[in-house]
């Protein structure tokens, strides 16, 4: 069955500093990888997705994730948070390019500290 | 880009009365729309797939005839929760998949449904 598991649920980073969120997921075929960003009481919107190729991904607002076969990985990276950084991140798998019926991780919230 | 329009934002409903959540997707049409709910500090977990002209598919534990899903046009799907429950109370978002295919879903900004 397929699963993601988003390990840290909460971390804290101060502004400038890089971050790194990590994801694994677990599925029997190539696996369809998204970040979505949430703010407080909003919908989500779309970082970045992977389907096949370059195995490191850029995304929107300076964010880029690498997938890592071999360990079952698509951490999310950035090099220097913002303070309007802050907010949930979840990382999703889908059985297709259109991201249908797609698996979240339970998500991590991002802090930004001055 | 393509947007998802949720309405309302937030809702407070009364125990047993019925809320209809609407998903409308402005710039595309949406053949499969997907409703998720989410509880605090819990990712978001799919209710059903919408679509259009054609009765919803539910996920399993899901009450169908709780949470009527309405998907008449390739613009709008509706979600109602009947007879609505405190339990009920969550984060409801839906998102839409453009007709044409190939890209990833909208989402909608989602409704806060407080069921007092």
């Known amino acids: 069955a397929q699963s993601v598991t988003q390990p840290d649920i909460h971390i804290t980073v101060s502004e400038g500093a890089s971050l790194e969120l990590r994801c694994n997921y677990s599925y029997g075929a190539t696996p369809y990888l998204f970040w979505y960003v949430q703010s407080p009481g909003q919908g989500l919107q779309l970082l970045l997705k992977y389907f096949s190729g370059d195995t490191l991904v850029q995304g929107i607002k300076g964010f880029e994730a690498e997938f890592k076969r071999s360990q079952s990985s698509f951490n999310l990276r950035k090099p220097s948070v913002h303070w309007s950084d802050a907010a949930e991140y979840f990382c999703a798998v889908g059985v297709n390019q259109a991201g249908t019926a797609l698996i979240f991780g339970k998500g991590t919230t991002l802090s930004v500290s001055s | 880009g393509a947007v998802v329009s949720q309405h309302p934002s937030r809702v407070i409903c009364k125990s047993g009365t019925s809320v209809k959540i609407e998903c409308r997707s402005l710039d595309f049409q949406a053949t499969t729309m997907f409703w998720y709910r989410q509880f605090p500090k819990k990712s978001l977990m799919l209710m059903a797939t919408?679509?259009?002209?054609?009765?919803?598919?539910?996920e399993q534990g899901v009450e169908k005839d709780k949470f009527l899903i309405n998907h008449a046009s390739l613009t709008l799907s509706t979600l109602t929760v009947t007879s609505a429950h405190p339990e009920d109370s969550s984060f409801y978002i839906c998102?839409?998949?453009?007709?044409?295919?190939?890209?990833?879903?909208?989402f909608g900004n989602g409704t806060r449904l407080t069921v007092t």
């Open positions: 998102s839409a998949r453009d007709r044409q295919g190939g890209s990833p879903l909208h």
């Open positions: 919408s679509n259009e002209g054609s009765k919803a598919t539910y």
